[in-house]
């Protein structure tokens, strides 16, 4: 697996740039990966994220935006709104999660 | 402090420039149970990869946007070899009603949302839906009796007017 660094943090990700190390994961990074991808982080994506980071720790598979909308409580049309156009691939990298699966 | 030459970051491309130019229509023309459902899985897919996506509902397909059918669309064995049941079980009395329920189970355990929450799923996510005219008129339907979401009741070429240039689907 490489090894790359983001703004002075370095990190284990797969080909794509997804994590692959849940432990190196924390706040400060999210923000950092975040900015990778043209974020700024609000109290509205890390609130998503947390429970992206819970829900995996328990199922052990990246929820589907289904599954992240119906277990924040955070109606589908927001997490577009707040990870514009690609938002189950794009709240899983930045919660630092490995691509969802899932179809649906 | 040594220092080394920084590696060019990994940072996956989501490629959000190119994926805005790219429209998907998909014609949903069955109304049955199994046949919804592709449909409906492949436009969340690509609202889900910032396509822009439209769909047509014509012919039985209109049932899946009529609301007193929506939720209660059926699956059926009869005329479907890929059941693996003889074609004569198919036709008894109850087969149609334990096939949905049967499909209806499988489907919810996979956490794939019955058909009315599919729809506003794909209408939270910026899809768009249109009906068809021809056979809103055929089954005497107003938009009164379609889901509210759906667009408007449209004629086959202001559909293919509006999908201009995009990649189409007939199911």
């Not at chain 2, 109304?31 to 990869?49: H, Q, R, S, V």
Request: hydrophobic share 45%.
């Amino acid at each position: 697996m490489p090894v790359t660094t983001l703004d002075g943090h370095e990190v284990h990700v797969d080909e794509e740039g997804f994590l692959t190390d849940l432990s190196e994961w924390d706040d400060e990074l999210a923000g950092v990966l975040a900015a990778q991808i043209g974020l700024t982080l609000t109290d509205e994506h890390r609130a998503i994220l947390a429970f992206l980071r819970t829900d995996y720790a328990e199922r052990g598979e990246t929820a589907t935006l289904r599954r992240a909308s119906a277990g924040s409580g955070v109606p589908v049309k927001d997490l577009f709104r707040l990870f514009p156009q690609k938002p189950a691939k794009k709240m899983a990298y930045v919660a630092g999660l490995p691509k969802p699966v899932g179809c649906v | 402090m040594s220092t080394t030459e920084p590696a060019a970051a990994v940072v996956p491309k989501f490629d959000d420039d190119e994926g805005s130019g790219r429209t998907l229509a998909i014609i949903c023309s069955k109304g049955n149970l199994d046949m919804a459902y592709p449909g409906l899985i492949l436009a969340n897919a690509a609202l889900g990869e910032g396509v822009q996506t439209h769909l047509f509902f014509t012919f039985w397909g209109l049932d899946i946007i009529t609301k007193a059918r929506m939720a209660d669309l059926k699956f059926t064995m009869l005329g479907n070899t890929a059941t693996h049941m003889p074609q004569g079980l198919g036709g008894l009395p109850g087969m149609t009603a334990m096939a949905t329920s049967k499909m209806k189970k499988s489907i919810a355990e996979l956490d794939v949302p019955e058909v009315p929450e599919f729809l506003d799923q794909i209408v939270g996510s910026g899809g768009h839906l249109w009906a068809c005219r021809l056979s809103a008129d055929m089954n005497h339907l107003t938009t009164a009796d379609l889901l509210e979401d759906v667009e408007g009741i449209i004629s086959a070429s202001d559909f293919i007017e509006k999908t201009e240039g995009a990649q189409l689907l007939f199911i």
